[in-house]
């Protein structure tokens, strides 16, 4: 593809398919590159994430495509390449961690290195122990440490032997943010050392938020699009993916008119007679299109707001509010059924309630136009 | 009482569960993991002595061990002696019998270990021999103990399979249960009594046993994994 190999790199090219019934038939088809560093892999669930990393692996096998770090081949249709999991020096934290539950957290560790007399394998095993903080776990089997620990063990078990590429498939999913900042930290601190690809899977939005490295949003087993977390989140081209970035309102709606000087269109809601102003996209008038808008994007006012920026102002009546952790979610009737996210406090002051009466004003460039 | 007999029980029944350990864990790792298309006819194989009566089970035997049977043949000229009616003729024939006792909780309790776990040791570069012996072995002890045991019981209470191919020949082929039946044809049901007597606290006792020590073995090494 006329891609310039960057050395330690990890290259991916894969074709898979499942069989089954037509609604169930599944295509990965995408061809990946991983500098060393963290790169994230999102999407919806069924995007095919945990395949892409299975094929990497070796625990699946791709129908073709090719497979290779720092140029060597793992996998190649074309020449009949397939190394072995167990040969291709590839490390994988799974969902759930699979610790062997009869050995012990040093066992675990130190299942990957070779065994024999070694001098050098205790001393890797006293160094890893330690820099993910595990070493007074030494003794204690899997089920008497705690779900970040065994996180911790899991990561260096895996980092142990050397590998050429770390996978992580979800592997902090359940930890509250500090653990999870921390275990991150160290994950980064041994890698600047080493400096491997390591490709870690998520579909929680805020995890790429807090890890902001490069990014490949992934959707029916196609790459969607690539880059930091801002350019991928927040510029969604497909509307599985936009539901997945924590886009809350999704509405359809039908081209009016181009406004193209003032690089604007202005689009019709779907089934309401609200118009709303977005920015211009590739659509013709009378053409179907999706809008997304995030729920923390829209202000709410109790009464008729004036001599604002935002283009568009949208009256309505509260259908219910919902309390979610730190946040309130108000869903309004403007027509169109919108999701607005405001602060406990903004609910008590402004008195919001069902049934009352308010105005959405939403900021052009927070209505994302999304394909199909 | 005839204690030559008992002794002999146990010694077959020894002999058998060892050779079934051998024979039934490469066996059942196969049967649990091969995804050859045709396993389903080997499993029907090794189910056979479950639904067979022992007396046709002991007739093949019979006859593929006697002096033109193919077994007896080999026999024959390797040991200079025939199979039919020896002890070691008994052993094979049992071990037949006993087969799927052994194979189907090793198949059971292999199947039951994690799939994520051999894969967590394949990428560690681990090959299979040593997933095998590191991770699935260790966590099949309790279906390895409870194939011993079967393997033990059912050898020693096995009636059919002996009487047709091992005839009835003290110190060689007279097991318990066929001295027991002797005893009983002669009508003197006092000593049957006090063989079976003993056969039956030795049973119970050896089948507690090791069901009391596979409890605490399963609380601790499977229990806790499963309730993670």
Redesign the interface.
């Known amino acids: 593809m006329g891609r310039e190999m960057t050395s330690r790199a990890l290259a991916a090219r894969v074709q898979k398919s499942f069989s089954g019934d037509a609604a169930q038939r599944f295509l990965l088809d995408l061809d990946v590159e991983v500098s060393p560093g963290i790169t994230i892999l999102f999407g919806p669930s069924g995007a095919g994430k945990s395949t892409l990393l299975d094929c990497i692996a070796g625990l699946t096998q791709p129908d073709a495509g090719r497979i290779a770090i720092d140029g060597e081949a793992l996998f190649d249709s074309d020449k009949n390449v397939n190394v072995a999991p167990q040969s291709r020096r590839v490390a994988y934290v799974f969902q759930t961690l699979a610790l062997f539950p009869h050995m012990t957290v040093e066992s675990n560790v130190a299942y990957g290195l070779p065994d024999g007399p070694d001098t050098t394998k205790d001393a890797r095993l006293a160094e890893i122990l330690q820099m993910f903080r595990v070493e007074k776990l030494r003794g204690r089997k899997p089920r008497e440490i705690s779900g970040g620990e065994k996180q911790r063990v899991a990561l260096a078990r895996s980092l142990v032997t050397l590998p050429r590429v770390l996978l992580l498939d979800e592997p902090l999913t359940g930890l509250d943010a500090g653990l999870k900042a921390s275990i991150i930290d160290d994950l980064r601190a041994w890698n600047a050392v080493h400096k491997i690809p390591i490709l870690y899977v998520t579909h929680s939005r805020e995890e790429v938020d807090a890890l902001g490295e490069r990014v490949i949003a992934l959707d029916h087993g196609e790459i969607v699009s690539e880059g930091t977390p801002r350019e991928v989140l927040d510029a969604p081209r497909r509307r599985r993916l936009a539901q997945a970035a924590g886009f809350e309102n999704l509405l359809s709606g039908t081209v009016l008119d181009l406004r193209e000087p003032d690089g604007v269109m202005r689009v019709r809601l779907a089934d309401a007679t609200c118009e709303i102003e977005v920015p211009l996209g590739h659509a013709a008038p009378g053409d179907q299109v999706r809008i997304a808008i995030r729920a923390g994007d829209i202000l709410l006012a109790t009464e008729a707001p004036r001599a604002l920026s935002a283009r568009n102002v949208l009256e309505g009546k509260i259908i219910s509010l919902e309390r979610r952790g730190t946040l309130v979610a108000a869903r309004v009737d403007c027509g169109a059924i919108f999701t607005v996210h405001v602060t406990p406090g903004a609910e008590r002051t402004l008195e919001l309630a069902a049934e009352k009466k308010v105005w959405l004003v939403l900021k052009t460039h927070s209505c994302h136009f999304v394909e199909g | 009482m005839n204690i030559e007999a008992l002794l002999l029980s146990i010694r077959l029944a020894l002999c058998v569960s060892a050779i079934l350990f051998v024979i039934g864990v490469p066996l059942g790792y196969w049967l649990a993991y091969s995804r050859w298309r045709w396993k389903f006819l080997l499993e029907a194989v090794v189910a056979l002595p479950l639904v067979l009566p022992p007396t046709v089970l002991g007739f093949y035997m019979l006859l593929a061990m006697g002096p033109r049977g193919p077994l007896g043949k080999l026999w024959q000229a390797a040991f200079g002696h025939g199979l039919a009616f020896t002890f070691a003729g008994l052993v094979i024939a049992s071990v037949l019998y006993s087969l799927p006792f052994a194979v189907q909780p090793l198949i059971a309790s292999f199947e039951t270990v994690?799939r994520?776990?051999l894969?967590?040791?394949?990428?560690?570069?681990?090959?299979r021999m040593r997933t095998f012996l590191?991770?699935i072995l260790?966590?099949s002890v309790p279906g390895i103990v409870t194939a011993l045991v079967l393997s033990f019981a059912h050898t020693l209470g096995e009636f059919g399979v002996v009487l047709m191919v091992g005839g009835n020949l003290a110190g060689i082929t007279r097991t318990v249960s066929i001295d027991i039946y002797d005893r009983v044809q002669s009508l003197d049901y006092a000593s049957a009594g006090r063989t079976a007597l003993l056969l039956l606290v030795i049973s119970f006792a050896v089948l507690s046993a090791v069901y009391g020590i596979n409890r605490r073995a399963f609380r601790r090494?499977w229990l806790?994994?499963a309730a993670?």
């Not at chain 2, 894969?119 to 090959?127: F, I, K, Q, R, T």
């Open positions: 994690d994520k776990l894969d967590a040791s394949a990428v560690l570069g681990a090959g590191r991770v260790p966590l090494a806790p994994w993670k």
